[in-house]
């Protein structure tokens, strides 16, 4: 029974990479079959013609209840935008505003292909209902922030390891949680020592936010006479549990580090730009030492999008622009960042289209004016697509959406409540 | 009679870059009234309702007929990509692909909320055509190279001036004509100097290629022991008439010319990124000195889209990545570069909503997820949207596209033809 997808361009994302003509069974959660053609009876059959089938995208790290705030503050110094304008916001959020900014990042995702993702934020029970809901899948972590407060970095703690108690395997296995020590400036070493061990204890991942800005790298190179990956090798933090958002500003030395210690790096290029922090990840370094390199949107308060489409093409472009170097990260790369590689940084069964992977599926149109000629699908994809091209989703093996309509929730009433809540959030 | 838009969100880009609620009424080919309530009658009334209503973006560097080379090559060293791939491939190009891909590139212009665009290829004619039939406004231009040979020279300048003879006011006037020198280095004094005569003479603008890489600036200095800017304003080559494309590779000297010159400025952010020019364009500089900044997708082979809502983010994104600083080129800029200086620089009485502008607008979807919630139109339109979120077009008082479906050619079709083109081309 099942879901039969026939005739479309399967772009595998296999170790070989092959782009082949055919059919693919789902059965339950899983992909059970890829050929030319498939004669097994299914329950549904869609009709791919016409369109590229390959592996949900995978966004390495977001804050999704912040689409709540896009484009509430734009166009300021970092600082002033943190701690002028989003924090005081936060401060006032309330649990059914992080939901309706959840639900809302959720039916932006799904539009725009991206089946799993991973989050850092607060009340996060209700991110998690909007990734029950949605039919997303997820990686969730409660954002810690200990600040030089022991008692603080206790009750954090708490909060962080009841969410990972109550939450992990949720949602019919959809949501799995981390631990998220915000940054290590913000946290102690010994609270990182402990979350480490707390980590393994559940055996969940670690997402902290490594070297985003000049200024953490001088901060603790100051306070500890190290760089953060230095530093966080040092207190002995450093595996292959801890997905590492940005790394914008690390040494060849520190990718080395991160190598070794098999850590997955989340690059979040178009936030990066966005907030000018002027650091950039050193990509094709980081490949040469066999670091997995994922892609993140980042927040929508500071992209302002939470498209992987367009986050491909910048990452790829960043790294052209800033090395002089059009050759430097061509488009199969890029794609693979944002599937088989964010899909094993978040400890995912997916990421490639082969029999016994999670069938979380997408469709694209290829016959949309800004997707022909198809002379090259991978390079459509990673340089012409964009959100509005996504015409199906499958998550899990269930259709979440279908020729451009979400099936899991009412998409006119996520955005109308978003858009109370958020009026009333910045009336408060 | 004509066209009542009601109970949009108009975001007007006029003097004082009013956004109100309300009605657009148009006549013919031009904006009648602009009024929160318009009690006229017409014979079309659309509903505007949770949509923002804004003028049609200018495209004011492309090469429409390239979108038929999309994704042929990628992520080559610029002088590979050009002279191996890409001429080679051109010289094989025939009319009736020139006309197949103007088609193709008009189809996705449209869709992403293009209403005008400055185009410079050869077969201009099968462009001119592509214009009249999707009912696009262009200045469109031969390209006009002479190599160092004078008897060339002469061919190119006799088809350009026959072009702008034939061609110029065609299309109910949706097209007028350029002189396209393809760039200061492809062209000698005199003829440069013959063309601006021309156009002149013709009352036509000049479209040209300068500082784009900076082998180019190099070769100038060799040559002429001037930059670029500087030799054109040496022979007297520099005026309003000129729409200059790229300058990415310009001092604060030169932008002081442009701008005492009065010369427009095409951007191309994009295509700079992806084939790895280096070069910045001096976007703050220019506008501290007066110099109209337009802005341009250059054409898909090199970009691979023509999407100017991803350009106006690339635009604002790579100056504040560049200069460390979040503040520089903020949204309500980078959509005066899309829109007003647009209209500006190719001549058209256009570029906002305003009683007796050219009815050249467009309707974008406020209500999709990606662009909720509306805290501020202007950040949503030029961070958030994607060329999917359009959903009507007017071009001339026409309209071209409504509710996502194209009026004026066979979309469907359109690709088709590319596509068999396209595969054609590459295996003749």
Not at 17 to 30: A, C, F, T
Not at 105 to 126: K, V
Not at 133 to 150: I, N, P
Not at 312 to 341: E, G, V
């Amino acid at each position: 029974m099942g879901i039969l997808i026939k005739n479309s361009t399967i772009i595998t994302q296999n170790e070989g990479r092959e782009v082949l003509r055919g059919d693919v069974l789902i059965e339950g959660s899983r992909i059970e079959k890829v050929a030319k053609r498939i004669q097994e009876k299914a329950e549904f059959i869609l009709d791919g013609n016409g369109k590229l089938l390959l592996p949900g995208f995978v966004n390495a790290h977001t804050h999704v209840a912040m689409t709540l705030l896009r484009g509430y503050a734009d166009d300021m110094e970092l600082d002033e935008w943190l701690n002028k304008k989003i924090r005081p916001l936060e401060k006032k959020m309330r649990e059914s505003d992080v939901r309706a900014g959840s639900l809302l990042g959720c039916a932006e995702m799904i539009r725009g292909g991206t089946t799993s993702f991973n989050d850092m934020y607060f009340f996060m029970p209700h991110v998690a209902k909007a990734v029950e809901e949605s039919g997303m899948r997820a990686l969730l972590a409660y954002g810690m922030v200990e600040g030089g407060d022991e008692e603080k970095g206790r009750m954090e703690v708490k909060i962080g390891e009841e969410f990972v108690r109550k939450f992990n395997g949720k949602a019919g296995g959809r949501i799995r949680c981390a631990f998220g020590p915000h940054a290590p400036y913000a946290c102690s070493s010994s609270l990182l020592k402990k979350i480490d061990g707390l980590s393994k204890k559940y055996k969940v991942p670690i997402h902290s936010h490594i070297s985003e800005t000049r200024k953490e790298v001088f901060d603790m190179l100051k306070k500890e006479r190290k760089r953060p990956v230095e530093y966080l090798e040092h207190i002995n933090f450093l595996s292959k549990r801890l997905i590492a958002a940005h790394c914008g500003w690390i040494t060849k030395r520190e990718v080395k580090i991160l190598a070794e210690r098999k850590v997955s790096v989340a690059h979040c290029p178009v936030s990066n730009m966005k907030l000018a922090v002027g650091g950039v990840s050193p990509i094709p370094e980081m490949l040469e030492e066999g670091v997995n390199v994922s892609l993140g949107t980042d927040g929508s308060a500071s992209n302002n999008s939470l498209s992987m489409l367009e986050t491909m093409k910048m990452c790829s472009l960043l790294q052209k622009h800033q090395r002089w170097d059009p050759t430097s990260i061509n488009a199969q790369q890029a794609l693979d960042f944002a599937t088989r590689n964010g899909a094993k940084a978040l400890g995912i069964n997916a990421g490639s289209i082969e029999k016994g992977k999670l069938a979380d599926i997408i469709l694209i149109d290829a016959k949309a004016p800004n997707m022909a000629p198809l002379h090259n699908p991978i390079s459509q994809l990673v340089y012409s697509a964009n959100a509005g091209n996504v015409t199906d989703v499958i998550i899990d093996g269930k259709i979440v959406m279908r020729e451009r309509k979400i099936q899991t929730i009412d998409e006119e009433k996520v955005v109308e409540e978003a858009q109370k809540a958020a009026i009333d959030l910045v009336n408060r």
